[in-house]
């Protein structure tokens, strides 16, 4: 059983930065793909970026460049860094966790075992 807890959200201005965690325990971290999400009110819970054990990295369009996932097997640690925020990033950010995924970049929620709590992040304008 995987444990997955998000930390470094807040509120920062329009075109600023925020560097997001996860940090995972109860499992070989190094064995798991990991993603992040994020869901704002009303609506479905989103795709960001996924990251496979060997570092291979997948994004979705929206990032264009301005976030970058990363992770740290050694430290069973999982980052996502935010640039150039604007306000429609506005929205609640989740990291999750699965050791086989199916679907190429592992861009859907339902692919994932494990959740963490999630990190609030606004951005006002």
């Known amino acids: 059983q995987v444990q997955l807890i998000e930390s470094g959200g807040g509120l920062v201005q329009t075109g600023g930065s925020l560097r997001l965690s996860c940090a995972a325990s109860?499992?070989?971290?190094?064995?798991?793909?990991m993603g992040w999400f994020r869901q704002a009110p009303g609506k479905e819970r989103e795709f960001i970026a996924s990251?496979?054990?060997?570092?291979?990295?997948f994004y979705a369009d929206f990032v264009k460049g301005r976030f970058t996932i990363s992770r740290d097997n050694a430290k069973n640690t999982g980052s996502l860094q935010m640039n150039a925020l604007k306000f429609e990033d506005t929205a609640v950010y989740y990291c999750?966790?699965?050791?086989?995924?199916?679907?190429?970049?592992?861009?859907?929620?339902?692919?994932?075992?494990?959740w963490g709590q999630g990190t609030q992040v606004t951005v006002s304008s």
């Open positions: 999750g966790a699965v050791q086989i995924c199916y679907d190429y970049g592992c861009r859907r929620s339902d692919d994932y075992a494990y």
């Open positions: 109860g499992g070989t971290f190094s064995h798991y793909i």
């Open positions: 990251i496979i054990p060997s570092g291979t990295t």
